[in-house]
């Protein structure tokens, strides 16, 4: 299982960012997915989750009405556009998926959020 973030960087405040995880090495439209993110010396916290075949979502209510999660079953990808971010949205994200009952992590990938 392989897992791959992209698409960080450094963004103003109210700007926008759209992130990719490409992966491999698992059937990607039998799973659910997640992206989650961390920030030095806090727990990794779950941002957004994405249903298998997409027709369910859930955020933390931190992103609520500015990120959306999305997938392209056919691409084996992840997405997450991210919309008004905010100082408090800088982080490493990580994409993950769980495969029998083991959790697979992408290398993450810096947001930073600053004037």
């Known amino acids: 299982v392989q897992l791959g973030e992209s698409g960080g960087g450094l963004v103003q405040p109210g700007g926008s960012l759209r992130l990719s995880c490409a992966t491999a090495?698992?059937?990607?439209?039998?799973?659910?997915m997640k992206w989650y993110r961390q920030v030095p010396g806090k727990e990794r916290e779950l941002v957004a989750v994405?249903?298998?075949?997409?027709?369910?979502?859930k955020y933390a209510d931190s992103v609520k009405g500015r990120f959306t999660i999305s997938r392209d079953n056919a691409k084996n990808m992840v997405f997450l556009q991210m919309n008004s971010l905010k100082p408090d949205d800088t982080a490493v994200y990580y994409c993950?998926?769980?495969?029998?009952?083991?959790?697979?992590w992408g290398q993450g990938t810096q947001v930073t959020v600053s004037s």
């Open positions: 994405i249903s298998a075949h997409g027709d369910n979502t």
């Open positions: 090495g698992f059937a990607f439209s039998t799973y659910d």
């Open positions: 993950k998926v769980t495969r029998d009952q083991v959790d697979y």
